[in-house]
């Protein structure tokens, strides 16, 4: 979900490139339930970059039709955003948001659903994206104070492939900045 975001397209090349079915979805209408019946029959594992806003609209949406259709999913992987834990030591900025204190809410309300569907499941949470790594990468735990800063997309995308390649980060919400 979410296939034209950056992080979205460069992990779709590496999940193809090692031979990992993909299936991306029309987006018309994702806060319409009846908008992921064709998609989800089969699916095990869930990647969303949907966003900035309404992720929390699509997740209810999506959820739902989830469980209407009684779909068992091994995994979801959520990219969200760092500052949602409140957990920056300063402010970032969030392209395409004009009302931050919305975005965020929105955001945790969809983590929140996410959380509590009691299926394994991994938060991304990268700080201000770039487009070329520069640095040594950081993971901070959920509550864990991280520092404001920047982090490419490629390194967010690796990490999202790492999360269902090597089952790491199973049940947890990690925070993504390059130094």
Do not use: H, W
């Not at 949907?50 to 989830?66: R, T, W």
């Not at 004009?98 to 969809?110: I, S």
């Not at 864990?144 to 089952?167: C, F, H, R």
């Amino acid at each position: 979900m979410g296939k034209n975001n950056l992080i979205a397209q460069k992990l779709m090349q590496l999940l193809i490139k090692n031979n990992f079915d993909v299936i991306t979805m029309n987006e018309q209408n994702l806060s319409d339930k009846n908008s992921y019946s064709n998609y989800l029959s089969d699916v095990d594992v869930i990647y969303s970059f949907l966003g900035p806003m309404d992720v929390d609209l699509c997740f209810e949406a999506l959820f739902e039709s989830i469980n209407e259709g009684n779909i068992n999913l091994r995994k979801f992987i959520m990219c969200s955003t760092a500052g949602v834990d409140k957990e920056l030591d300063k402010p970032i900025k969030y392209p395409n948001v004009k009302d931050v204190k919305e975005y965020l809410n929105e955001q945790r309300y969809a983590i929140k659903i996410v959380d509590e569907y009691e299926i394994p499941y991994t938060i991304l949470r990268p700080v201000e994206l770039v487009d070329t790594a520069f640095g040594k990468v950081f993971l901070y735990k959920e509550g864990e104070t991280m520092p404001a800063g920047k982090v490419s997309t490629d390194i967010v995308s690796k990490i999202a492939y790492d999360v269902l390649q090597n089952g790491q980060y199973e049940n947890t919400s990690i925070g993504i900045v390059e130094k």
